[in-house]
């Protein structure tokens, strides 16, 4: 059920993403009035948060029973709340909790605060309100006074306003921390918490800094690609596009921390980020380099191979989760991207994966992922792929939580079946009410595997 309008685009990019729905392959298996209808709910789950909020636990500092005691004692500090916390049946190391809502009945008051819509989703995810996210607030608001806050989906705020009559979102009531002078007037605006969340719109309890070392927050889809990757404890891993490492640390976990689990990014404070989390974690079997991946293979034999290039065939498995439009993250009331942005990742994405196909050793295996929706840096990347690549078989995934392939890049109903797409338009959207979660352990995981952000998997083997 819809609570939020649906994600604001350039009209030019929901003609495109409209044509994707509408593709000739897609329209001859759905119908024309089907595919308008996934299009139009893709639309409406896009600016709504997944249904839960999903966990990975740290396996090597703990078991999933204690994380799950843990986290339950950390949400019990909610006063008055009691939301289960569930384990995954499929997945051995992830935790998920119901996020509740939309609270329809919130009072809201006249004391109001504007955001940004990037901080507005991260409230939506469970984040209190950062000063340095405030755009706009009631000329009288003083420091502990209830305030309702609103976001600014079409960025048409201006900083330090007083009020604001454009476009704005409810998403929750909480408590300011910070008068207005202090957010906006002072020569040294104070940084730090600007309005503590008491009510929001969602209520997902943030686990920010909780049980650093034990749980790592991170989407269901993401946390399935590392399992599809499925690296053995020994193995040379790559993750080429590696920060802030969530799929590196989730690498080096199931590797026990035996192997080499190499991560680059090219941007050198995303770098930094690795290796914190890393550390926090404790893993040691990561290497983190700032390095541009699409310059990672070198024939010259006098590398030395530690760091990065690296020659052709030097790992056993290579994951490219890669740069991409992210039109899968949720929630996402207004996405700027102009359509020529929307577009211009396939190249990249493509010289990347000629790298990652060049470092893996034969009989190695390359996975590659998305968190968009679109053909173009999908299906499409994998025809390309199949095609440009004669070596490389494109493989069965487990596990396979998702849906299958998107058909419109020509790829055999059998390829599309190889493939794992979790598809936003499929979610059935639930209100969880407080009072009521009675709701089946199996409905649950339905629930959670299908009311994600949008998610593409693929898997091939190189022959040997
Ligand atoms: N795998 C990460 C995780 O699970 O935490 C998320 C990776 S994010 C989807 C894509 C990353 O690719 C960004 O951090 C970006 O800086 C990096 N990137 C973009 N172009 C790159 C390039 N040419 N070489 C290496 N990294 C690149």
């Given at each position: 059920m819809s609570f939020f309008p649906k994600i604001r685009l350039r009209q030019e990019v929901e003609e495109y993403l409209r044509n994707v729905y509408h593709n000739n392959e897609l329209v001859a298996t759905l119908g024309a009035d089907e595919a308008e209808k996934k299009f139009v709910r893709l639309q409406s789950h896009l600016s709504h948060p997944p249904s839960f909020t999903t966990v990975r636990v740290n396996l090597r500092m703990t078991s999933v029973e204690h994380a799950k005691r843990l986290l339950s004692e950390e949400i019990h500090k909610f006063p008055s709340v009691v939301i289960p916390i569930h384990h995954h049946p499929q997945l051995n190391d992830l935790l998920l909790i119901p996020v509740i809502g939309p609270r329809r009945a919130l009072k809201q008051h006249p004391v109001q605060v504007i955001v940004g819509s990037q901080c507005g989703s991260a409230v939506l995810r469970g984040a209190h309100v950062y000063?340095?996210?405030?755009l706009s607030a009631t000329k009288w608001m003083k420091e502990g006074d209830e305030v309702s806050v609103y976001s600014d989906i079409e960025g048409k705020c201006k900083r330090g306003a007083t009020e604001f009559d454009g476009v704005k979102v409810f998403i929750g009531n909480g408590i300011s921390e910070l008068s207005r002078s202090e957010i906006?007037?002072?020569?040294s605006p104070i940084k730090g918490k600007g309005i503590r969340m008491t009510e929001p719109v969602y209520l997902s309890p943030s686990?920010?800094?909780?049980l650093p070392g034990y749980v790592f927050l991170q989407n269901l889809p993401s946390a399935v690609v590392s399992h599809v990757l499925n690296p053995q404890p020994g193995e040379r891993v790559l993750d080429m596009c590696a920060a802030p490492g969530g799929k590196t640390t989730h690498i080096a976990t199931l590797i026990n921390d035996q192997g080499e689990v190499i991560a680059m990014d090219k941007i050198a404070n995303k770098v930094e980020k690795i290796k914190q989390n890393a550390s926090v974690l404790k893993l040691n079997s990561i290497q983190a380099y700032c390095f541009n991946s699409t310059k990672a293979?070198?024939?010259?034999?006098?590398?030395?191979?530690?760091?990065?290039?690296f020659p052709p065939e030097s790992f056993d498995r290579v994951l490219l989760d890669a740069p991409c439009s992210g039109m899968g993250q949720r929630p996402n009331m207004a996405c700027a991207l102009s359509l020529k942005e929307l577009t211009s990742y396939q190249p990249l994405q493509r010289k990347l994966f000629s790298a990652a196909v060049s470092l893996l050793k034969p009989g190695g295996t390359l996975v590659y992922s998305t968190c968009t929706i679109t053909l173009s840096e999908n299906e499409e990347q994998v025809a390309w792929a199949l095609k440009t690549f004669p070596c490389l078989q494109l493989q069965a995934q487990v596990p396979h939580i998702g849906g299958e392939g998107m058909a419109?890049?020509?790829?055999?109903p059998d390829q599309l079946k190889l493939l794992q797409r979790f598809d936003p338009s499929l979610a059935v959207l639930c209100d969880f009410d407080i009072n009521d979660m009675t709701c089946q352990e199996e409905d649950w995981t339905v629930l959670a595997n299908t009311d994600t952000i949008g998610f593409f998997i693929a898997k091939f083997v190189k022959n040997i």
């Open positions: 000063s340095a996210g405030i906006f007037c002072s020569n686990f920010d800094n909780v293979v070198t024939r010259d034999a006098t590398g030395s191979g530690q760091g990065p290039p419109g890049a020509g790829l055999s």
